[in-house]
């Protein structure tokens, strides 16, 4: 892909995607993250509530041998998820979370692409979801576990 013309290589990566790809769904993940083989078909049947413009999958994390890997993994099953939960109880999902999202092509063409969020280097799966939902598209929660 080249060099990024700008600090954030992973947006950079994600925009020479998109601008390869051609499909109406688009989805993004992080390189550790693993799926099933029903995990396309499953997400895809989502979208079939034609309002739903982005969505995006809770995680489990997977502990490590070490003591420390351990911790973080409970903590990120724990309290991280309650935290998730609580935030899409008490007003609906108007964000996204970083391992997987999958979004329609029109969404993020109505962002101005995904490197609008090129300046957010922590929080750009975060701001996909805000600025979809602050466009009037409905974001969700998948019911997928990554």
Known sequence: TGEPPY????VFSLKCMFDESRHDLIAM???DV???PDFCRSVAAE???QRLGLITCPYRAVAG???WSRLEALGMNTDF??????????EGARFAVGPTIVARR???L???GVERVKDYLSSEDFMLGRLASDLGFAVSLSSYVV
Not at 81 to 90: E, I, Q, R
């Open 7 to 10: 600090p954030h290589a992973k």
């Open 29 to 31: 993940s992080d390189s």
């Open 34 to 36: 693993r799926v099933g």
């Open 47 to 49: 979208f079939e509530n």
């Open 65 to 67: 041998k070490g003591i």
């Open 81 to 90: 998820h309650a935290g998730l939960f609580t935030a899409v109880m008490m």
């Open 106 to 108: 029109e969404v993020l």
């Open 110 to 112: 109505a962002l101005g």
